[in-house]
């Protein structure tokens, strides 16, 4: 078992407010894999504080941009060294696969290197050519760090999601201080370490888990110059109304419900073979997961036996058993969750192809949902706008192109999406139409050098590469 009885605030392993510590079950079993202590609003007041004396007084804002990126690279450095270790403690606490957790280390790589190679190629400052010849003032614009930072994560990819946040917020020399969710707070103790370890300033960064009050309060305190949060869009939505009310910079990356169009010339065993890791990678527990599934009229019931035969296959279980590919949910009220969207959709009248709100055999203990895939499912119910953050597929017919972009945009959300076709230039017309943040083309993995994030309720401003960067930058013009 793993204990972390202190809270790490502003670089030091510190004593909480409050002595009681938290017990985080395993998802799989209901043991106890660990204890970890809580911050409460005393001590978001400490790391707030320190965060600012370290902004306002210390030496990280003004550390030229090239020590910044080496300590960021160290980071990224100690970070791989424990990979196998990181993996293993998500699994644990998460319940996320463990072909899942291993599979991401290389990812949280490539997304740290594009951050970094963003860092190098800025022009941190440029003296701007005047457009008029005859002009006798010249401009020099500045990119500078904007404060304090508040970056909150939600609790289903903590590494990804901790990383996508504080390596650019200190790559651009602002202080940060890290809310994480209580289930994950050994992983996020783990990171706690490797920020101790990678050269940091005193004060520079905290790592806090907390509940949503204390995130609140957080979020709400004057000292804290920008909110950078990923979670839900209810969630997204309050602390948007919070940033507005105090001119706070902030950047919101919330939920999806994304849309997989099948086109008719589509090769549908290319489409099952990459179905599982773009439809239910993580438990389902994924905002960017495509759980809408378009599909033409005309091979509707190929593509519909297609998605079960898939969906069937997959093993449902231990997480840490490399044959599993669906874990438990991470809590008992969002394995209550998922089942009771399961009975929604059924209510609704939509076709129960596999799966149902009953438990899997032998999985009683946990908190597993079964798999499941609905079919003849019309786009305005609820199960089809709705984000239900579980292994539940629908499969939605449309009768021609347009009808599949209509379809596909008739969503709140705008995240995420996908397109599959024998031809790529035509998918990639189709997903030009598309109205979200990121559209893969026949499976294709998500990369790192360009912007991610949402339209429409998906949230506010990018992540990864210049542009995630950029988002935790202000830009100063000196004129001359």
């Not at 001590?43 to 306002?56: C, E, K, L």
């Not at 309050?238 to 169009?261: F, H, M, P, T, Y």
């Not at 086109?263 to 759980?291: M, R, V």
């Not at 999406?417 to 017309?429: C, K, T």
Request: glycine letters at 8%; proline letters at 6%.
């Amino acid at each position: 078992m793993i204990t972390y009885d202190k809270l790490f605030i502003g670089g030091t392993w510190t004593e909480p407010s409050s002595p009681d510590l938290f017990d985080i079950l395993s998802p799989h079993d209901e043991s106890l894999v660990g204890r970890a202590a809580q911050a409460r609003p005393a001590d978001v007041d400490r790391a707030v504080a320190v965060a600012r004396a370290a902004f306002d007084e210390g030496t990280w804002p003004n550390t030229p941009p090239a020590e910044r990126i080496a300590v960021l690279r160290r980071l990224n450095v100690l970070r791989e060294a424990r990979a196998e270790q990181i993996a293993a403690v998500i699994t644990a606490e998460n319940g996320s696969a463990g072909w899942f957790t291993r599979a991401g280390q290389p990812s949280l790589t490539r997304q740290a290197n594009a951050y970094l190679k963003a860092a190098e190629d800025l022009a941190w400052e440029e003296t701007l050519a005047p457009t008029d010849p005859a002009a006798t003032v010249r401009s020099v614009v500045r990119r500078e760090a904007i404060g304090v930072v508040a970056a909150v994560i939600p609790w289903n990819s903590p590494f990804s999601a901790s990383l996508a946040k504080i390596i650019p917020a200190l790559l651009a020399g602002n202080t940060v201080i890290l809310k994480v969710s209580p289930e994950n707070s050994l992983s996020t103790g783990l990171l706690a370490d490797l920020l101790a370890e990678c050269g940091l300033p005193a004060g520079t960064i905290s790592v806090l888990p907390a509940d949503r009050e204390t995130s609140e309060h957080l979020v709400s305190h004057p000292d804290v110059d920008k909110i950078a949060f990923t979670g839900s869009t209810g969630a997204g939505r309050r602390i948007a109304s919070i940033a507005g009310q105090q001119l706070k910079r902030v950047s919101l990356e919330l939920g999806g419900k994304s849309a997989a169009i099948v086109l008719p010339d589509a090769d549908l065993a290319k489409f099952t073979a990459g179905l599982a890791f773009s439809c239910l990678l993580n438990n389902g527990e994924a905002c960017i997961a495509q759980t809408r599934i378009l599909a033409p009229r005309r091979r509707y019931e190929e593509v519909v036996a297609a998605v079960k035969q898939v969906v069937e296959s997959l093993k449902v279980g231990d997480p840490q058993d490399p044959d599993t590919f669906i874990g438990p949910m991470i809590r008992r009220d969002q394995q209550q969750r998922v089942r009771d969207y399961i009975e929604i959709g059924i209510k609704e009248g939509a076709r129960l192809v596999t799966g149902g709100p009953q438990v899997p055999v032998g999985l009683e203990q946990g908190y597993y949902v079964t798999p499941t895939v609905f079919a003849d499912v019309d786009n305005a119910m609820r199960i089809a706008q709705e984000e239900i953050f579980g292994p539940v597929l629908v499969v939605i017919a449309y009768e021609d192109e347009d009808d599949a972009v209509r379809i596909a945009n008739d969503s709140e959300y705008g995240l995420s999406g996908g397109v599959w076709s024998a031809d790529e230039q035509h998918a990639l017309a189709i997903a030009r139409r598309v109205r979200t943040g990121t559209v893969t083309i026949n499976g294709a993995p998500i990369g790192f050098d360009g912007p991610f994030g949402g339209f429409k309720a998906s949230g506010l401003g990018r992540e990864y590469g210049f542009a995630g960067l950029n988002t935790y930058l202000e830009y100063k013009t000196v004129t001359i």
